[in-house]
């Protein structure tokens, strides 16, 4: 499967949600093999995380962080409160369960005994936290931004974004897109 960019940067952001869905449900199917069977492939693990990083930390969440909530704050909306100051509490906390996973995973691969149990428990935080999250964004986030743009700021949104992936190494999305849908077929996580 190929990352084909949407036009409208609303349904960009909902591809790239799509994406990480495909990542937690390999992340689900490493807890569950870990949980029934003490089992896990470092390798694979590694792998797995440097891709959230890359895409959810690095490059999604960042650029809702400074466009998207950007411009819904310049309608009137604080970003301190209410949905999107909810939603930036997320990133955050989400960046803090992240670090403890690749933390503890960093910890297990050199063989500290307690750090897989750690690993198991970041990663479930970091699971279920980025799950619900994506929910909320989808379903109440996007409309409510949907609605509050004009075809000017639409436009506008949609060039800012496209700069902003061009920070990022040239072909990332697609790159991890390909490689998700890859580890996703061959841990039998696709949803
Ligand atoms: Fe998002």
Redesign the pocket.
Known sequence: MTFLRPTDPIEV?RA??RV?ATLLDCLHALVLELREHRRLEFGTAEELVDMFDEFGEKL??GK?ERLLFGIVAAYGLPREAGALGI?AEEHDLGRLAFARMREALAAASSGAPRALPAFERAAEDYHSMLRS??LK?DRV?FPLVDALLTPDTRAKLSLAMERADSAHPEGLRERITAQAEALAQRLHASA
């Open positions: 952001l790239e949600h990480l999604h969440h809702e939603m999250h994506l964004e986030v």
